[in-house]
């Protein structure tokens, strides 16, 4: 590896653009490569911050021209490009979630973890700068014992029928982010209870899926954490978190563009709209995620969220999927 480390992206969709702004704006990357099926969309990232293209994701793995790969392409890509990346010494950063199949997740998971290489999973939230500051504030036990531990994720609105139809459902699609953000304060969770409901979508019911569901965990310390999401929300994108213990509480908000806040004759404490999208909501810590990729890489350590908490995190959709589908509470 030269002074730059020398990035492959693969996929070239509206994650991927995300994920060349963060490759490009640091400064020990360089994009040199892009693969996507739709070569257009390909050339359009290379054009804008350099890079060859290809529609095989695997010529730009075996390139050797890349000693890294951010792989932001369709989900049942994702296991054999991790495997791919492994094979050809490659450090890889895969989006969430591994695989829909938790079966081949797991028949790969011996290769993953003995991998010479850095195998990370793109759980970005982990990163975000509200919620690593209260993770350690938590970690110092500024709220003492933790009791109770609440996610609050909302999209502005439901995704296209068309990718609702291969997302795997909301669990694995939407929650997937917040058992990751369950399990970075709880570690060992042995209970899921979950509940779906369909009440506002009918092309997501159409699919047998839900578009709002709750889930009530419970950590091996008797910790109860629960889940709210739902495919929509009036106001904007809804994201929140709340940690609740013995001394204390921590929150952090939902985020606006600025803090000002407006009063007049009116109205008071007016504030701008919450943001509408998670690429303008969670920049930062793509951003982030990125640059602790790249240190794992440098250092030798696991920085990043592995493949096994991406194993852990489906584990944790399946049995609320199950939970939902028969109205059990399911142990683990």
Request: charge should be negative.
């Amino acid at each position: 590896m030269g002074d730059k480390l020398r990035v492959g992206l693969i996929g070239a969709g509206r994650i991927g653009q995300v994920h060349a702004i963060s490759i490009d704006e640091n400064k020990d990357c360089e994009l040199t490569y892009v693969a996507d099926v739709f070569i257009d969309g390909a050339k359009k990232i290379a054009d804008q911050f350099g890079g060859k293209v290809t529609i095989d994701p695997l010529e730009l793995i075996n390139s050797g021209e890349v000693d890294a790969i951010v792989i932001g392409s369709p989900t049942p890509t994702h296991i054999n490009l991790i495997d791919a990346a492994i094979d050809a010494g490659v450090h890889a950063l895969c989006e969430k979630p591994i695989d829909l199949d938790l079966k081949k997740v797991d028949a790969m998971l011996d290769k993953a973890n003995s991998a010479k290489t850095n195998v990370s999973l793109g759980f970005n939230r982990r990163f975000d700068p509200n919620f690593e500051s209260i993770h350690e504030r938590v970690q110092a036990g500024e709220v003492g014992v933790l009791e109770q531990l609440i996610i609050t994720s909302r999209d502005p609105g439901p995704a296209p029928r068309e990718y609702i139809a291969v997302s795997g459902g909301i669990f694995k699609d939407m929650t997937i982010h917040d058992f990751d953000m369950a399990r970075y304060f709880v570690p060992k969770i042995v209970e899921v209870t979950a509940r779906g409901a369909n009440t506002f979508c009918d092309y997501i019911k159409d699919e047998d899926d839900f578009d709002s569901i709750n889930v009530v965990m419970r950590g091996s310390n008797d910790e109860l954490i629960t889940i709210i999401n739902s495919r929509h929300a009036a106001y904007g994108y809804d994201q929140r978190l709340e940690a609740f213990g013995s001394k204390g509480m921590l929150v952090a908000s939902n985020l606006a563009k600025t803090a000002v806040r407006s009063y007049t004759a009116n109205h008071t404490e007016q504030r701008e709209p919450y943001m509408e999208l998670f690429l303008e909501r969670y920049a930062i810590s793509y951003r982030r995620e990125l640059a602790r990729f790249v240190e794992s890489i440098s250092s030798g350590k696991q920085l990043n969220p592995s493949y096994d908490d991406g194993r852990q995190a489906l584990f944790l959709a399946e049995a609320a999927l199950e939970s939902a589908k028969t109205g059990k509470t399911i142990k683990l």
